[in-house]
């Protein structure tokens, strides 16, 4: 019995003492750890510290991109759509009544302008001018009557007068020598007051006749005036030299006042609408040349004739139209064409619009490098956009550009 505890005691010991042991071994472990840590730690602060002690005792520059750019001189030329217009386009209608007796055009026909495009029925209108004339004559001729009847009458009386006026004269001598009664000169002198009378009478009468007779040749020379105007509308002519686009009646057909007959087109000289940008607006004048080029390639020179003096709303363009000789009448209504303005050249830089910076005053530039490695800055005035590229002015003919980074550094600093 004795035996078996001393052997369980012997057990127990080696148990304890092995574990005991292993518990050690690791506690060393891990003390030798935690120091190697601890001088990683202090090494790696020293050399830290180090560095850190170099950079301070050196100037601090940034790392950027930079890129040499030379100036060429550009055409500022200005390119844009637009649309070719008619010069002139009338809807002509009739301006009387009547039946069409004939139609001397057709479709598409040319037109010289006062050629007789539409003859109208005269009917009885110059029955009607005829009878109108011969009013005229008669009325006339009765004015030249009634103005010798007046001077006959005129002419009586002044003899009438002459011998009142004697018989008056003399009557008065007999009185006065006593040798005639009152009566008498009382007779006399009622005479020569008739004649006297019925000469302003005479004056007043025929006056009053040549008044209404005057007034009836008016009359009849407004009727004659309206009938040789209708019978001058009658024929229909071309307004101006053009193209006759529509054609709306037919010969023998009844129109009316105001029944549109044909549609006369003129295309020379051509108009060209289009539209400028706010930004070129100002480059151009009426009077400015520009070169016109519609989709079969055929090119002609003309000038600005309009500009809008205000912006479409929603575009905020101008409207500018200009006119070019169309004789040969190629260029047609409706037509989309290629305006190009001439303008003068330019010296700028092409530059990638990504390198634009904005300062806080709101001055756009670009940052350069300068010979000293510092970081300057250029205001840029753009030019024109192109799909590859943005044309500025504004910089030295030679510049070192910064191409990347130049967000991170300020004017002033020293770059790599």
Do not use: C
């Not at 004789?327 to 305006?339: A, E, P, W």
């Not at 005035?381 to 910089?395: P, Q």
């Amino acid at each position: 019995m004795k035996k078996s505890i001393l052997i369980a005691t012997l057990i127990l010991f080696l148990v304890v003492g092995w574990i005991g042991s292993g518990q050690f071994s690791n506690n060393v472990i891990a003390k030798d750890e935690n120091t190697e840590q601890v001088s990683d730690t202090q090494n790696s602060y020293s050399k830290d510290s180090e560095n850190n002690k170099s950079n301070e005792s050196n100037d601090f520059t940034f790392s950027v991109e930079t890129k040499n750019f030379n100036s060429s001189l550009i055409d500022q030329s200005i390119e844009l759509q637009g649309q070719t217009i008619h010069n002139k386009k009338i809807d002509v209608k009739s301006e009387t009544s009547g039946n069409i007796d004939s139609i001397k055009f057709s479709r598409g026909d040319k037109a010289s302008k006062d050629s007789e495009m539409i003859k109208i029925s005269l009917e009885d209108r110059n029955e009607k001018l005829l009878s109108a004339k011969k009013d005229l004559e008669r009325l006339s001729k009765e004015i030249i009557l009634n103005e010798k009847n007046r001077d006959n009458l005129l002419r009586q009386n002044v003899e009438r007068l002459e011998l009142y006026e004697i018989e008056y004269a003399s009557a008065k001598q007999l009185i006065d020598k006593g040798l005639s009664s009152k009566s008498k000169l009382s007779l006399a002198s009622f005479n020569l007051a008739n004649a006297k009378a019925d000469k302003e009478d005479i004056k007043i009468k025929f006056e009053s006749t040549l008044a209404n007779l005057e007034a009836q040749i008016t009359n009849v020379k407004s009727v004659l005036k309206n009938i040789k105007l209708d019978i001058d509308k009658t024929s229909i002519k071309a307004p101006f030299d053009g193209i006759i686009s529509e054609k709306m009646v037919e010969e023998t057909e009844f129109i009316s006042v105001g029944t549109p007959l044909f549609t006369i087109i003129d295309l020379d000289p051509i108009k060209i609408e289009g539209y400028l940008s706010e930004f070129d607006v100002n480059k151009v004048s009426v009077g400015t040349k520009a070169i016109i080029e519609d989709s079969n390639g055929i090119k002609k020179n003309g000038i600005i004739s309009f500009i809008s003096p205000s912006a479409e709303t929603s575009t905020r363009t101008f409207e500018i139209t200009i006119e070019a000789d169309n004789k040969d009448l190629s260029y047609k209504s409706g037509v989309t064409t290629k305006i190009i303005i001439k303008g003068s050249e330019l010296k700028a830089h092409k530059i990638p619009p990504s390198i634009l910076t904005l300062l806080d005053d709101g001055t756009v530039g670009v940052k350069a490098v300068n010979d000293d490695n510092k970081v300057t800055f250029y205001p840029t005035k753009t030019i024109k956009d192109t799909i590859d590229g943005m044309w500025v002015s504004g910089l030295p003919e030679k510049v070192n550009l910064i191409v990347s980074g130049q967000e991170y550094i300020s004017i002033g600093d020293t770059v790599n």
